[in-house]
């Protein structure tokens, strides 16, 4: 798996990061809206976001004062991306076998 891939997985590992996640999937927010609909304090949800962020799953742009979030959608395409390719060779993997188990009893 990619790198950047694996950096978004172990960030949306964190319960936290994850609440984070979905409420921006819901719209933009400011870490204090955030804050106000979580049980960690406002450094925390910062904290959390610079994950979001290094890992290339949110983004930010400044309106005054503050910062506002929202979901990177080339995060997440990479992250699809990555997922559906793993799919796929889950897929690939699981055909070759049933195709071999198949030939092996029809040879019986």
Not at 9 to 23: E, G, K, M, T, Y
Not at 34 to 63: F, W
Request: glycine fraction near 6%; proline fraction near 4%; include cysteine.
């Amino acid at each position: 798996m990619a790198t950047l891939a694996l950096e978004q997985l172990v960030a949306l590992a964190d319960p936290s990061r994850q609440q984070i996640f979905l409420l921006l999937v819901e719209g933009p927010c400011s870490v204090g809206e955030l804050a106000d609909q979580m049980t960690v304090t406002r450094p925390a949800v910062s904290q959390h976001l610079k994950v979001l962020s290094s890992a290339g799953l949110v983004t930010h742009e400044a309106k005054g004062t503050r910062s506002i979030y929202c979901v990177d959608p080339k995060g997440i395409e990479n992250l699809r991306n990555q997922l559906d390719g793993l799919w796929q060779r889950a897929l690939d993997s699981f055909k070759s076998e049933a195709e071999r188990l198949y030939m092996e009893t029809k040879s019986k």
